[in-house]
């Protein structure tokens, strides 16, 4: 699929049930791919999660949508994760962002950063926000580092929030304000 929100390495298309719903189940259900997320401790059924992308397609589809989500693919259109922006407050330009790399043989490669840095790109040039909040759970390495490398800052935690394979673990709370992305390695969705 070869249009959608573009960097170096992945782009941001629009998620469609037909050509992402294999892939989507076969990671939701992996234990070692959703070691860190808060999905993943119930098994997720292929109707429940067809269920899931085209209602979160069609939401994501509306003009003013408060839950925006893409499917992550390589710039050749392989399918490789999937990035959220979600709770999108339009008055205060505030909003929560997540996403995952699925296939695990490309964790480490990159392809999370990019994504996260043209998903910025998209939530402060074409939405207008001005703050993005995110979080991971204290452990979660890769997603620290990302997190830093796509400019975000840790701004504070709450305390053994999640139980998570094993122990509670704090959430680690993060913000990415729009003059922070101005400053950083930023691509811009401006005409
Ligand atoms: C977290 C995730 C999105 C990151 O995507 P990615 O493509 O693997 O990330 P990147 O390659 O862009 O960056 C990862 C960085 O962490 C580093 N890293 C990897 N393993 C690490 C470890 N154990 N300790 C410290 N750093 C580590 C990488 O070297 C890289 O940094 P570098 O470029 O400075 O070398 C992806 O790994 C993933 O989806 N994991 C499973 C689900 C998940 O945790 N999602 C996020 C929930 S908050």
Partial sequence: ?????????????????????????????????????????TPMARGAEREWLEATAAESSRMGATNVVFAIET??????GTSGIHHIDYANGVAHTGS???EKGLWGRGYGTDSSLVRA??????????LLCSAY?????????MSEKAGYREVG????????????RDEVLLALEREAWEAGPAYRFTT
Avoid: Q
């Fill in 75 to 80: 710039l050749d259109g392989a399918h490789i």
């Fill in 137 to 145: 759970l204290e452990g979660n390495e890769r997603s620290r580092r």
């Fill in 157 to 168: 935690r709450w305390p053994k929030r999640y139980w998570k394979r094993g122990a509670f």
């Fill in 121 to 130: 790109a998209y939530c402060f040039d074409v939405l207008g926000l001005r």
């Fill in 100 to 102: 995952y790399i699925g």
């Fill in 1 to 41: 699929m070869a249009h959608g929100w573009e960097g170096d390495l992945v782009r941001l298309v629009p998620l469609d049930a037909e050509r992402h719903l294999e892939n989507a189940l076969r990671w939701v259900n992996d234990p070692e791919v959703t070691g860190w997320l808060l999905i993943g401790d």
